[in-house]
């Protein structure tokens, strides 16, 4: 009997898309919104937006901003610096409004009402209230018109635990509040049953990471252990109330954590059995079909059945920018029709699983509406066993027509307070004007019905390939992605190999000889004082002038060596630390306490410094000429000599590496000594530039107390060029001492040399809280405030001080405290005890001078096992006291009231030091204003002032934070250089030769 072939279903499904979008389609025609109907001018308001990308940039920005402008006056003059640049793009009326308009006029009392109106009316439309009151309001209108619906609450994002601990509150009182009324409604049969029976009527999604404020994805047991504490109780609450709870998707760092920590909960016994629970996938994300299919397992094997909201994805361009900034793969695809077909793959795989995973597809898109609803049919799936799902405010007549259908139609619902509820607002006008938008193009821009049904991939067949960007010259070397499980496993790996190393002896090295030292450096680890890192040979005297005659003697081959093999072995000693990554950052965990992070990001910028002087030099290496008929004239570099390396413990490796190869790139020789803190670390250094081949004598190790042998190498006649990074006091100390020249000394000394700040961040009045109290909080407490950029003072505008202050002291004591070897640790221990002494005694001293705490951390056991000192925030200081004046170098911040952004930059200014700053701000015109009146070397606004990267932030400062150009920038290397003009007579008895006749 011959077999009859199976007919892919897939043509017979996209003739039932087509029937079923034409149909929507046709009825929409005759459903637009009245002239008279307020969803009518806010769309023309809208379309308007949507006709130019500027003025709708500024409006967005706007809108994001006025919840933080409270008087008349901060509204009117924000309207009109924002619109300022686009005032030709607006009506002849509104742009002499803008013009003429004073904050008391009537004029501005009318911008500034009508403002605020018009965007809280906006507002209004896509959320459903702030109180339970008002959204019991919105929801039972919602059920009056055939549909049901998910809240999720808006809020300002957690930084804290008592954040963490409002949110969950927040959940399990809207569901019980919620409840008695909900309840008891009549029953709904389309919306209120499926298959397997009753549907709750209460229905919550929440996003993980609002439930504990620590959630990394460096720490997964850590961060689940925190997230189940709070979401076992919001389940519990929604099961005795018959309610539903859906766990939202956020950024793709979050993605793997978040559905690792929901299948952990619902396997636990409590929770297996319970079915009213889902989860979101983003279909925009490649991952998206292998998540899909994971679940399917677990949920097999769970023996439950879950929901899953299927979704395109809301953070397209902060995956996209996020990734580029970070040097790492894009993990969204980068077009749009790529994103709907994996929705339509990814809705086929929910559709044949549809018993294991219960479908609910959210999307706007009528045609992947359609695809859905086409493969329902296909295989037979009863309207009210899926959902389609469109956000409040923005389902309109197409959510009306499938819940006249049959179809449970679910409005994903947002209520909460106006100014944290922004942010959600701006996003969903983003998307209803954005280019791709599926609502701008059939509704604003009448593209034709066929092209809106045309299936993902034959758009994708017509649409032009990306474009590429070519690739710049220097690339920064990534950051290594903690949220990914090889990574961890990578760095925990090299951490337990490091430990079984700790302890061994280091000799010095030079002239390629290795030489052991009756004294010794005994390297401890600062997180537990008991712990030898290593014993590191101390040099004396005699090995500084061994080292001198080791390096003068290396001198004149390696300057004689071709530039581009210079930049070879630069880059060499690049890949070298690339491949000992893991195990270098181990080593700086252990012997300078820095978290897993800032372990990795100094091992990626020692890996830019080389990198980024070598392709330098081979520009430099390069004469100019300036030539004339008769006479050539080149311009080119020479090397200066033997470089003394001075380097700082904070940074052990990136800034030891970066002024060694930018000395050693240049022809220089180098005499390399480290922080006694952190010369094991250069140890390993040294070995790699060993390993690489670089001539003995090239670069000298030579580790030691500075206070012995800092003079003797400072001194000598023989150095022509001090490197060094460190204290105010050190550094000014070596710039007299190299400045008083003797009779054996062939030339001026060149000094190079970053000493420090007193680094100030100012937050406006209208500056975005969450982003600056984080931005404060890990610019003042990253590596325990021990960067050269951490934040020591912070400024803050009267009006958001009380605010600011507030969050801030939540945000800091919600850090953990801890080893560095735990991925979990946020702030570890000082350097050493000589460190953790001085820092206490500076925040003794500020209570005596009855300076207010607002924060002191407890340490609990730690005091007793290692240089901890607790993080500490003064607030209501005052700037000229010696707690705002002086460098402390720990995790001690002051925090100091400004009447105005003038008064503000008066402080900010008003030190000896100037190194970095920062301003959160969303006014322009402050930002113009601080652009040319912050004195500092490096200005970062809206961002925190940590993390400079080479190339992209050259770090350094002036006044007395610095002498020379800053590190990774175009100006750094010629200072190991010497510039030297050659001009040559080309002319010979009377005749010259023409252009390029030698050549």
């Given at each position: 009997?011959?077999?009859?072939?199976?007919?892919?279903?897939?043509?017979?499904?996209?003739?039932?898309?087509?029937?079923?979008?034409?149909?929507?389609?046709?009825?929409?025609?005759?459903?637009?919104?009245?002239?008279?109907?307020?969803?009518?001018?806010?769309?023309?308001?809208?379309?308007?937006?949507?006709?130019?990308?500027?003025?709708?940039?500024?409006?967005?920005?706007?809108?994001?901003?006025?919840?933080?402008?409270?008087?008349?006056?901060?509204?009117?003059?924000?309207?009109?610096?924002?619109?300022?640049?686009?005032?030709?793009?607006?009506?002849?009326?509104?742009?002499?409004?803008?013009?003429?308009?004073?904050?008391?006029?009537?004029?501005?009392?009318?911008?500034?009402?009508?403002?605020?109106?018009?965007?809280?009316?906006?507002?209004?439309?896509?959320?459903?209230?702030?109180?339970?009151?008002?959204?019991?309001?919105?929801?039972?209108?919602?059920?009056?018109?055939?549909?049901?619906?998910?809240?999720?609450?808006?809020?300002?994002?957690?930084?804290?635990?008592?954040?963490?601990?409002?949110?969950?509150?927040?959940?399990?009182?809207?569901?019980?509040?919620?409840?008695?009324?909900?309840?008891?409604?009549?029953?709904?049969?389309?919306?209120?049953?499926?298959?397997?029976?009753?549907?709750?009527?209460?229905?919550?999604?929440?996003?993980?990471?609002?439930?504990?404020?620590?959630?990394?994805?460096?720490?997964?047991?850590?961060?689940?252990?925190?997230?189940?504490?709070?979401?076992?109780?919001?389940?519990?609450?929604?099961?005795?109330?018959?309610?539903?709870?859906?766990?939202?998707?956020?950024?793709?760092?979050?993605?793997?954590?978040?559905?690792?920590?929901?299948?952990?909960?619902?396997?636990?016994?409590?929770?297996?059995?319970?079915?009213?629970?889902?989860?979101?996938?983003?279909?925009?994300?490649?991952?998206?079909?292998?998540?899909?299919?994971?679940?399917?397992?677990?949920?097999?094997?769970?023996?439950?059945?879950?929901?899953?909201?299927?979704?395109?994805?809301?953070?397209?361009?902060?995956?996209?920018?996020?990734?580029?900034?970070?040097?790492?793969?894009?993990?969204?695809?980068?077009?749009?029709?790529?994103?709907?077909?994996?929705?339509?793959?990814?809705?086929?795989?929910?559709?044949?699983?549809?018993?294991?995973?219960?479908?609910?597809?959210?999307?706007?898109?009528?045609?992947?509406?359609?695809?859905?609803?086409?493969?329902?049919?296909?295989?037979?799936?009863?309207?009210?066993?899926?959902?389609?799902?469109?956000?409040?405010?923005?389902?309109?007549?197409?959510?009306?027509?499938?819940?006249?259908?049959?179809?449970?139609?679910?409005?994903?619902?947002?209520?909460?307070?106006?100014?944290?509820?922004?942010?959600?607002?701006?996003?969903?006008?983003?998307?209803?004007?954005?280019?791709?938008?599926?609502?701008?193009?059939?509704?604003?821009?009448?593209?034709?019905?066929?092209?809106?049904?045309?299936?993902?991939?034959?758009?994708?067949?017509?649409?032009?390939?990306?474009?590429?960007?070519?690739?710049?010259?220097?690339?920064?070397?990534?950051?290594?992605?903690?949220?990914?499980?090889?990574?961890?496993?990578?760095?925990?790996?090299?951490?337990?190999?490091?430990?079984?190393?700790?302890?061994?002896?280091?000799?010095?090295?030079?002239?390629?000889?290795?030489?052991?030292?009756?004294?010794?450096?005994?390297?401890?680890?600062?997180?537990?004082?008991?712990?030898?890192?290593?014993?590191?040979?101390?040099?004396?005297?005699?090995?500084?002038?061994?080292?001198?005659?080791?390096?003068?003697?290396?001198?004149?081959?390696?300057?004689?060596?071709?530039?581009?093999?210079?930049?070879?072995?630069?880059?060499?000693?690049?890949?070298?630390?690339?491949?000992?990554?893991?195990?270098?950052?181990?080593?700086?965990?252990?012997?300078?306490?820095?978290?897993?992070?800032?372990?990795?990001?100094?091992?990626?910028?020692?890996?830019?410094?080389?990198?980024?002087?070598?392709?330098?030099?081979?520009?430099?290496?390069?004469?100019?000429?300036?030539?004339?008929?008769?006479?050539?004239?080149?311009?080119?570099?020479?090397?200066?000599?033997?470089?003394?390396?001075?380097?700082?413990?904070?940074?052990?490796?990136?800034?030891?590496?970066?002024?060694?190869?930018?000395?050693?790139?240049?022809?220089?020789?180098?005499?390399?000594?480290?922080?006694?803190?952190?010369?094991?670390?250069?140890?390993?250094?040294?070995?790699?530039?060993?390993?690489?081949?670089?001539?003995?004598?090239?670069?000298?190790?030579?580790?030691?107390?500075?206070?012995?042998?800092?003079?003797?190498?400072?001194?000598?006649?023989?150095?022509?060029?001090?490197?060094?990074?460190?204290?105010?006091?050190?550094?000014?100390?070596?710039?007299?001492?190299?400045?008083?020249?003797?009779?054996?000394?062939?030339?001026?000394?060149?000094?190079?040399?970053?000493?420090?700040?007193?680094?100030?961040?100012?937050?406006?009045?209208?500056?975005?809280?969450?982003?600056?109290?984080?931005?404060?909080?890990?610019?003042?407490?990253?590596?325990?405030?021990?960067?050269?950029?951490?934040?020591?003072?912070?400024?803050?505008?009267?009006?958001?001080?009380?605010?600011?202050?507030?969050?801030?002291?939540?945000?800091?004591?919600?850090?953990?405290?801890?080893?560095?070897?735990?991925?979990?640790?946020?702030?570890?221990?000082?350097?050493?005890?000589?460190?953790?002494?001085?820092?206490?005694?500076?925040?003794?001293?500020?209570?005596?001078?009855?300076?207010?705490?607002?924060?002191?951390?407890?340490?609990?056991?730690?005091?007793?096992?290692?240089?901890?000192?607790?993080?500490?925030?003064?607030?209501?200081?005052?700037?000229?006291?010696?707690?705002?004046?002086?460098?402390?170098?720990?995790?001690?911040?002051?925090?100091?009231?400004?009447?105005?952004?003038?008064?503000?930059?008066?402080?900010?200014?008003?030190?000896?030091?100037?190194?970095?700053?920062?301003?959160?701000?969303?006014?322009?015109?402050?930002?113009?204003?601080?652009?040319?009146?912050?004195?500092?070397?490096?200005?970062?606004l809206n961002r925190g002032i940590t993390g400079a990267m080479v190339n992209r932030q050259p770090f350094g400062g002036f006044r007395m934070s610095g002498i020379g150009s800053k590190t990774g920038g175009p100006d750094y290397l010629q200072q190991f250089l010497l510039p030297v003009n050659v001009t040559e007579n080309t002319m010979r008895r009377g005749f010259a030769p023409e252009p390029d006749a030698e050549k």
């Amino acid at each position: 009997m011959a077999r009859t072939k199976k007919t892919d279903p897939g043509k017979a499904v996209e003739e039932t898309t087509q029937r079923i979008g034409r149909q929507i389609f046709a009825q929409l025609e005759r459903r637009t919104p009245s002239i008279f109907e307020r969803r009518w001018w806010d769309d023309r308001i809208l379309s308007w937006a949507m006709s130019d990308e500027s003025v709708k940039v500024q409006m967005f920005r706007f809108i994001d901003v006025l919840p933080m402008l409270h008087t008349r006056e901060s509204i009117t003059r924000h309207l009109q610096e924002y619109f300022d640049e686009v005032r030709t793009h607006f009506p002849k009326t509104v742009r002499l409004a803008l013009d003429v308009s004073q904050p008391d006029s009537l004029l501005g009392r009318a911008l500034a009402f009508g403002a605020r109106s018009n965007a809280r009316r906006m507002a209004e439309r896509f959320i459903a209230g702030t109180t339970v009151d008002e959204v019991l309001t919105s929801v039972s209108q919602l059920r009056r018109r055939g549909f049901a619906f998910s809240l999720d609450l808006l809020g300002e994002a957690v930084i804290s635990e008592n954040e963490a601990e409002l949110y969950q509150q927040a959940y399990l009182d809207l569901i019980a509040g919620l409840a008695p009324t909900v309840n008891e409604w009549q029953e709904n049969s389309k919306i209120d049953v499926d298959p397997q029976g009753p549907v709750p009527r209460i229905n919550v999604s929440l996003k993980l990471s609002a439930l504990y404020s620590q959630f990394k994805p460096i720490d997964p047991a850590g961060t689940s252990a925190g997230v189940k504490e709070r979401l076992r109780p919001i389940l519990r609450q929604a099961r005795e109330n018959h309610g539903y709870v859906h766990v939202d998707m956020e950024h793709y760092a979050y993605k793997d954590l978040t559905i690792e920590i929901f299948k952990q909960v619902l396997m636990e016994p409590e929770f297996r059995d319970y079915s009213d629970v889902g989860i979101v996938i983003q279909a925009y994300l490649p991952d998206a079909e292998r998540d899909l299919t994971d679940l399917i397992k677990w949920s097999k094997k769970r023996g439950t059945p879950v929901w899953v909201r299927l979704v395109k994805g809301a953070y397209w361009d902060f995956e996209t920018v996020h990734a580029q900034a970070a040097n790492w793969p894009i993990p969204v695809y980068q077009q749009k029709w790529q994103s709907d077909a994996a929705f339509e793959r990814c809705t086929r795989l929910l559709m044949e699983n549809h018993e294991l995973l219960r479908p609910a597809f959210g999307s706007h898109n009528l045609r992947s509406l359609s695809h859905a609803i086409g493969w329902a049919e296909e295989l037979g799936i009863p309207k009210n066993a899926f959902e389609i799902q469109m956000l409040y405010g923005m389902g309109g007549e197409p959510a009306q027509l499938f819940a006249e259908q049959g179809y449970r139609v679910r409005a994903y619902t947002p209520f909460g307070e106006m100014i944290p509820g922004m942010a959600y607002l701006v996003r969903r006008l983003l998307e209803n004007t954005s280019n791709d938008s599926f609502l701008r193009a059939s509704f604003a821009e009448d593209v034709s019905v066929e092209n809106l049904l045309m299936k993902p991939d034959d758009v994708g067949a017509a649409a032009p390939p990306l474009e590429e960007i070519p690739m710049p010259e220097f690339v920064n070397e990534p950051l290594t992605d903690f949220s990914r499980p090889e990574s961890r496993d990578a760095m925990q790996h090299a951490i337990d190999e490091v430990e079984s190393q700790l302890g061994e002896d280091y000799p010095l090295v030079i002239g390629g000889r290795r030489i052991d030292t009756r004294e010794m450096i005994i390297s401890r680890n600062p997180a537990d004082s008991a712990q030898v890192v290593g014993k590191v040979a101390s040099a004396t005297d005699d090995d500084v002038l061994n080292a001198i005659d080791a390096a003068r003697d290396a001198f004149r081959l390696w300057a004689a060596t071709e530039a581009n093999y210079r930049a070879e072995y630069v880059e060499l000693i690049a890949d070298k630390i690339r491949e000992r990554r893991f195990e270098l950052a181990a080593w700086m965990v252990f012997e300078c306490g820095k978290p897993w992070a800032d372990a990795d990001a100094d091992v990626a910028e020692a890996i830019d410094f080389c990198n980024y002087y070598a392709g330098h030099m081979r520009t430099l290496a390069e004469p100019q000429q300036c030539d004339v008929p008769g006479e050539e004239n080149s311009y080119f570099y020479k090397p200066r000599g033997v470089v003394a390396v001075i380097a700082p413990w904070n940074f052990p490796l990136a800034i030891l590496t970066g002024m060694t190869a930018a000395a050693i790139v240049a022809g220089n020789t180098v005499i390399m000594k480290p922080a006694e803190q952190s010369s094991v670390i250069a140890s390993k250094l040294m070995e790699i530039i060993e390993d690489v081949g670089i001539d003995r004598g090239v670069v000298n190790y030579l580790p030691g107390v500075g206070e012995d042998i800092g003079a003797d190498l400072v001194g000598s006649p023989d150095i022509s060029l001090i490197a060094f990074t460190g204290s105010q006091e050190v550094g000014l100390a070596i710039n007299e001492q190299a400045s008083a020249a003797d009779d054996r000394q062939q030339s001026v000394k060149r000094v190079i040399a970053e000493m420090g700040g007193k680094n100030a961040i100012i937050v406006d009045e209208d500056a975005d809280l969450d982003e600056a109290v984080v931005g404060v909080m890990h610019s003042a407490f990253g590596y325990s405030g021990q960067k050269c950029s951490a934040c020591s003072r912070v400024i803050v505008h009267e009006a958001a001080y009380d605010d600011f202050l507030q969050r801030l002291v939540g945000a800091t004591e919600s850090l953990k405290i801890g080893n560095p070897t735990d991925p979990a640790t946020a702030v570890g221990p000082v350097i050493d005890e000589e460190a953790q002494q001085r820092i206490l005694e500076t925040i003794s001293e500020a209570k005596e001078e009855e300076i207010e705490v607002a924060l002191e951390c407890d340490l609990g056991d730690l005091a007793e096992s290692g240089y901890y000192v607790p993080p500490t925030i003064f607030c209501d200081v005052d700037p000229d006291s010696t707690l705002a004046q002086e460098e402390i170098f720990g995790p001690v911040l002051a925090v100091i009231r400004a009447a105005d952004i003038d008064q503000a930059l008066d402080i900010a200014n008003g030190t000896r030091y100037a190194l970095t700053g920062g301003v959160f701000s969303r006014s322009p015109e402050t930002l113009k204003r601080v652009r040319q009146r912050f004195d500092v070397g490096n200005l970062y606004l809206n961002r925190g002032i940590t993390g400079a990267m080479v190339n992209r932030q050259p770090f350094g400062g002036f006044r007395m934070s610095g002498i020379g150009s800053k590190t990774g920038g175009p100006d750094y290397l010629q200072q190991f250089l010497l510039p030297v003009n050659v001009t040559e007579n080309t002319m010979r008895r009377g005749f010259a030769p023409e252009p390029d006749a030698e050549k």
